[in-house]
């Protein structure tokens, strides 16, 4: 079984499928661009306040699977 891209990777491929610049995610998010240059070059982690503030620009969310609870 491939494994699973974490959120990190999906919002990076994201970002690099739009073709957008570090410069422009970091207007529009409110990130600084050095920042935004580290999570793409560098593959350093986001914290959740900035993988959120990435999402809503991107106009993604992250959605969990509904499950059953038994019991």
Do not use: C, W
Not at 19 to 45: C, D, H, Q, W
């Amino acid at each position: 079984m491939p494994k699973k891209k974490s959120i990190d990777e999906r919002i990076r491929q994201e970002i690099r499928s739009r073709g957008l610049s570090a410069y422009r995610v970091a207007k529009e998010t409110g990130i600084s661009e050095p920042a935004v240059g580290r999570f793409m070059n560098a593959g350093k982690t986001l914290t959740l306040a900035n993988a959120e503030k990435m999402l809503a620009f991107l106009g993604a969310e992250i959605v969990f699977p509904h499950t059953t609870k038994k019991g």
